[in-house]
């Protein structure tokens, strides 16, 4: 049996929780726990959920009135749960068949492995040449290394939680990741690399973003952040989000000191003449 503690935070779309919350409750073996996180009263997404609550993965279902983001959410969980491992999915994605298997078998095969993720991006956002230098293959598992994964379809050993600590205000997921990294783990993507489908993908063919006009009416959390104010700049950031994990340095003197310094100059800098931000 697997020992997880999966969570899917929910908001406002029901569209996509009529999807994800049942695929999720399909792929999670014998022995884990899903556990549902709801921001807000929409009734809606509040009937999607009722309406699985006899599913015998479902483990606890917590609804907060006030739309109170991720971090909660997630500190809910790893301060809760009990499994030897914990993970995260949004309710815009879609995990295939086999992903926990493949992340468990992975994490299992060394305590050196950290945060492990599900791959987000499409065929043709990989790029061999900036890719190709990241790949290792470590205690018999082909990872693409990156010092952080995207805050869904992630997994670690809860214990990452008793030593790094939860998530603190004003920290990013991705930020905790490097904490990890800096400890000494590995984080990555364990190769081939298990799929998690995602909705808001403008080229997903689910996604509710079809025009400008839907964009501009649930334009998501990430792109708030990061000033994506057009259906095509949300398009290029997720396509540059690839690129990003791809090119990071594994130099992990750009996270500390006057790199790290130097790199968030440059980012307030980008963002004063911009408008933009950087999402990790």
């Not at 996509?16 to 792929?27: D, G, K, N």
């Not at 230098?133 to 290394?145: D, S």
């Not at 079809?210 to 009416?217: G, I, K």
Request: net charge neutral; proline share 5%.
């Amino acid at each position: 049996m697997t020992d997880l503690d999966v969570m899917l935070i929910t908001h406002t779309r029901a569209a996509y929780t009529a999807l994800s919350l049942p695929r999720l409750l399909e792929t999670c073996p014998e022995g884990s726990r899903v556990w549902v996180w709801h921001n807000g009263t929409d009734r809606e997404v509040l009937d999607v959920i009722a309406a699985h609550e006899d599913h015998p993965r479902l483990h606890r279902v917590h609804r907060s009135e006030e739309n109170v983001g991720l971090r909660p959410a997630m500190n809910w969980l790893w301060t809760e749960a009990r499994g030897t491992y914990l993970s995260k999915v949004d309710d815009d994605s879609l995990m295939e068949p086999g992903w926990v298997e493949h992340l468990t078998r992975a994490l299992s095969a060394s305590p050196t492995f950290g945060v492990l993720g599900s791959w987000r991006f499409l065929p043709e956002d990989w790029d061999e040449e900036l890719a190709r230098p990241k790949v290792e293959t470590m205690h018999g598992v082909t990872l693409l290394r990156n010092h952080w994964v995207q805050g869904s379809g992630h997994m670690f050993r809860r214990s990452l939680v008793d030593e790094v600590g939860t998530l603190q205000p004003g920290q990013s997921f991705p930020s905790w990741c490097i904490r990890v990294a800096q400890r000494g783990y590995v984080n990555g993507w364990p190769m081939p690399m298990v799929r998690e489908e995602h909705m808001d993908d403008p080229r997903h063919p689910l996604t509710a973003f079809r025009n400008e006009a839907a964009y501009q009416e649930a334009r998501p959390l990430s792109a708030l952040h990061t000033g994506a104010t057009t259906l095509a700049e949300w398009l290029e950031q997720t396509k540059q989000d690839a690129r990003s994990v791809q090119a990071a340095s594994l130099d992990l003197r750009r996270f500390s000191g006057w790199r790290r310094k130097l790199t968030h100059g440059r980012r307030r800098l980008r963002k004063a003449l911009t408008g933009k931000n950087a999402w990790t």
